[in-house]
């Protein structure tokens, strides 16, 4: 087996300790400097933002903005007005769905995704083909589970007005060539959306080099809170797009005659925002940043190397996803159900998902009702892949 090496990072991380903990792409655990910068928030440092005139409001204010430049500057965004605060990856992408493509798509327009897309990045779609009377087309997938940009190149048309694809597939760990996607996107005129929630702890990101449109991400798979993500779009898309929520903050002037909107990003941040949440996702950059994503990269492609490996040798296991996958793992061991490899994993203290990961399309094209998922945090270690093997044996002796 290659010997992934350790980050030795453990340690930061209260809710890992000696646990197998093997579910990062579900949600990713925190680390004390998270949770020190949370409670701080909620403490000594606590005030609303942008109404008070009072010093520690001011104080949250700088903060909660300051926040917004670090996530732009994580991102590679032009600017930080470019970066709306949002609830995550799923608002995210239903902004752009509801508060851009229902405005822009009319009948005869298509939109495109791919059969490995997060549910996230489905049901908006349909739900905009409805209100619109839009179509959908589906990019068919690799034999290694990745998306097909050949088969994509092929099936573009001018009809087509947006493109949604994930960054890093949540079940195959699939790392889509964006460059290229966008390049063929935009040869009809298309817009790209890419949903990067399992791409954003994964992989370095400069939004402006991989050419997208718009993209989304979740603090809560970065390492940061839940309840806060970011949705970026270019200045041009974002002036463009309507809000889905009304209230205070949003607003420029309001009579009872008119109402006018304030100017991206604030137009998209209707009512007092999720200020703890923002500073927590600013203290996850951080400390993301401080380790490097190339190094979390290279770690957690060690970790996939070693588990593949091991994994490969049991004669029921059956792999999904490429080799190369960016730190996701699913399987079946033949003739189980993911529920029971879960289940006795959990009795050896290893935690896995077992399900449809929220990708029932994928599922079918699989032809499996589920998988068993093991995903990696830069936490994990060699010990947790032996654990996740050792475990994955006894399975195969209880079932025989
Ligand atoms: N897209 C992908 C690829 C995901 O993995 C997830 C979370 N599992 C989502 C979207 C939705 O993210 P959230 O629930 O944080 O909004």
Redesign the pocket.
């Known amino acids: 087996m290659t010997a992934p090496q350790t980050l030795a990072l453990r340690g930061d991380f209260p809710g890992v300790g000696d646990w197998h903990y093997l579910d990062t ?2 949600t990713a655990q925190k680390p004390g400097q998270v949770i020190d910068a949370i409670a701080r928030a909620y403490g000594p440092d606590y005030a609303t933002v942008h109404r008070g005139v009072y010093r520690r409001s001011a104080d949250m204010t700088i903060a909660y903005e300051a926040a917004r430049a670090r996530v732009a500057r994580f991102i590679g965004a032009a600017s930080p007005d470019e970066c709306v605060f949002v ?5 995210g992408i239903n902004l752009v769905a509801h508060g851009w493509a229902a405005n822009v798509l009319k009948s005869g327009d298509r939109i495109l995704i791919s059969a490995l897309e ?1 549910h ?2 489905i049901v908006p779609w349909q739900m905009v083909a409805e209100r619109t009377g839009a179509a959908i087309d589906v990019v068919p997938l690799t034999p290694d589970h990745a998306i097909d940009l050949d088969a994509m190149a092929a099936m573009i048309r001018p009809e087509h007005r947006i493109v949604a694809l ?1 960054h890093v ?2 079940v195959t760990g699939a790392v889509l060539d964006a460059a290229r996607a966008a390049e063929i996107a935009h040869s009809v005129g298309a817009k790209l959306l890419l ?1 990067g ?2 791409a954003a702890p994964r992989l370095a990101l400069d939004v402006r080099a991989l050419d997208c449109d718009f993209y989304v991400l ?1 603090g ?2 970065l390492y940061g809170p839940t309840g806060i ?1 970011v949705l970026w779009g270019r200045a041009e898309l974002l002036d463009a797009m309507q809000p889905m929520q009304g209230g205070g903050a949003m607003i420029d002037k309001v009579t009872f005659q008119r109402t006018t909107y304030a100017p991206p990003p604030g137009r998209f941040e209707a009512g007092t925002p999720h200020i703890v949440g923002v500073v927590g996702l600013h203290a996850a950059i951080d400390y993301v940043d401080d380790v490097g994503l190339d190094r979390i990269h290279a770690h957690e492609a060690a970790l996939v190397t070693a588990t593949r490996e091991a994994l490969g040798q049991i004669n029921s296991v059956r792999l999904f996803g490429p080799a190369d996958a960016a730190g996701i793992v699913s399987f079946e061991v033949q003739g189980v159900h993911p529920h029971d490899v879960g289940t006795i994993l959990d009795e050896e203290g290893v935690a896995i998902r077992a399900g449809h990961h ?1 990708a029932q399309p994928l599922m079918d094209l699989l032809n499996v009702p589920a998988t068993a998922r093991a995903s990696f945090g830069l936490y994990n270690d060699a010990d947790d892949v032996a654990a996740l093997v050792r475990g994955i044996e006894r399975v195969t002796r209880i079932f025989g």
């Open positions: 792409a579900a609830r995550g990856a799923t608002e997060h996230s990045n994930a597939s949540n949903d929630c399992q979740s809560h798979k993500g929220c």
